[in-house]
């Protein structure tokens, strides 16, 4: 089998951002290509993160292809100067702290429902539209298995809530595009590559 050399970038933030921020972009993959070892992306390596900082993308570049191979982790580089990057006032981190908790809930927010269904004290879901009645030990999808009802576990207050976190991830992701505006100059993120099986 041959390998493939794959790199993409993250933006400025701390190691244990970026950690999360890798297996998160790991857990799309899986779900974009499966778990096969042969795609050719970094679905299935750890990460280590180099102190060196480089300047220069494509010397970061090259530095991660000579010195990953296929069976060991990613490496993370930081290019550009992490210092002069968004953000930097406290009121700039906040409102990233914030942007990203929400859309933490968000991504959850199905996999909550259907936890808050197999936790409760019933023994079954009803369905209103086709009066179904699926034991909670299977639920494992939002629509009803029946008739595929999309209002089989959301309530109208779920609703409401998931239209409220969006709204405010949209009204937040606004303020950060302002904010951004003055570093505009700033070319700085992680470099984040390796060798895979292909």
């Not at 970061?60 to 982790?73: L, M, Q, R």
């Not at 209103?128 to 009802?149: G, N, T």
Request: aromatic share 12%.
């Amino acid at each position: 089998m041959g390998s493939h050399y794959y790199s993409r970038r993250f933006p400025v933030s701390s190691e244990n951002e970026l950690f999360e921020r890798f297996a998160e972009f790991k857990e799309d993959q899986i779900f974009e290509y499966g778990h096969g070892r042969y795609t050719g992306d970094l679905k299935h390596h750890g990460l280590k993160v180099i102190k060196e900082i480089f300047t220069d993308a494509s010397k970061a570049d090259d530095y991660i292809c000579e010195n990953t191979d296929k069976y060991g982790p990613a490496y993370a580089i930081k290019v550009g100067d992490f210092n002069k990057a968004y953000p930097q006032t406290a009121k700039e981190k906040a409102t990233v702290e914030k942007f990203n908790e929400i859309q933490k809930v968000i991504k959850n927010f199905e996999k909550d429902l259907i936890d808050r269904v197999k936790t409760s004290k019933s023994a079954f879901r009803g369905c209103k539209k086709c009066e179904s009645k699926i034991a909670v030990k299977f639920v494992s999808l939002i629509d009803c298995p029946v008739c595929h009802s999309h209002d089989f576990i959301y309530t109208e207050t779920d609703k409401n809530k998931l239209k409220a976190l969006m709204e405010k991830s949209k009204e937040l992701q606004k303020t950060i595009n302002e904010q951004k505006e003055k570093y505009k100059n700033v070319n700085a993120f992680w470099l984040v590559g390796g060798w895979s099986p292909s």
